[in-house]
């Protein structure tokens, strides 16, 4: 029982990542219309949505749009537009958040929505040190300001899944 339990969970996470990892891969490949288009797609959704888990995941696909525009805005050189960037990828996260902690769900007994929003958080605030590492030190405020609120949100909601142990420090 233990071992088909054990190869259940395995197999559970291991799509769960295929996932997540097969969605931030396809949103960098599309074009700069497209994304455009995907996340207003996803802001007139959010009027919709009711149900916390799946405004946490459009919260999620918005904020991975708007790090792509940001790459986009490194990589084009025009660095001008990355503090309006990375404060509406703030606003998005924090609002994936807030949704997440006004919902009154329990994280331990129902993580979805809590385990999505920090899976992506991980991966997000590693994209934003990658970011970070490609600027002059003085262009590097607007991404080092959303890495920092990233990297909090994600010590947040690690506390709510896991309130009995200290926070990881990566």
Do not use: N
């Amino acid at each position: 029982y233990w071992h088909a339990l054990m190869k259940y969970a395995l197999w559970t996470t291991l799509c769960c990542l295929v996932l997540l990892a097969g969605c931030g891969g396809r949103i960098t490949k599309m074009t700069a219309a497209k994304r455009a288009e995907r996340m207003a797609t996803e802001r007139g959704r959010l009027s919709e949505l009711t149900d916390p888990v799946q405004r946490t995941k459009s919260y999620i696909l918005i904020s991975e749009v708007l790090l792509s525009f940001a790459s986009d805005a490194v990589k084009d050189g025009t660095v001008e537009e990355l503090g309006v960037l990375m404060d509406q990828y703030v606003t998005a996260i924090r609002s994936a958040r807030d949704t997440m902690t006004a919902s009154k769900r329990d994280p331990e007994k129902r993580p979805q929505g809590y385990r999505d929003l920090e899976l992506a958080l991980r991966a997000q605030t590693r994209s934003l040190r990658d970011l970070g590492g490609q600027l002059l030190v003085d262009q590097r405020e607007p991404v080092d300001r959303a890495e920092a609120a990233a990297s909090s949100i994600r010590e947040e909601l690690l506390q709510l899944l896991f309130p009995q142990q200290k926070p990881l420090v990566l």
